[in-house]
């Protein structure tokens, strides 16, 4: 399943557990268990933004796509199955 993150100061689905940043998600599946999975997989993709990066902004100014692909965000099947409005990839 494909799911698209995008930063968000005001609502979120999802915050990251090192630094409180939110993020609102959009999935190309609605199974609730299935949502529910994701989510715990996301909250370990988040954490990894922080091992990975030595700068303070850890994550991603833009939509990102968890598994990462090659194309744009907007295009991808999360956010267009998902129903993400057309900010929420940039």
Not at 25 to 32: A, D, E, G, Q
Request: net charge neutral; aromatic share 6%; charged share 15%.
């Amino acid at each position: 399943m494909q799911v698209l993150c995008k930063a968000s100061n005001t609502a979120s689905d999802v915050r990251c557990t090192v630094c409180g940043q939110g993020f609102l998600v959009y999935f190309t599946r609605t199974s609730p268990q299935e949502r529910e999975q994701r989510r715990e997989e996301i909250t370990q993709a988040l954490r990894d933004h922080h091992m990975t990066s030595n700068h303070a902004s850890a994550h991603p100014t833009t939509g990102f796509n968890l598994p990462e692909w090659s194309g744009a965000p907007q295009h991808s099947a999360a956010a267009l199955l998902g129903g993400a409005p057309a900010w929420a990839a940039c």
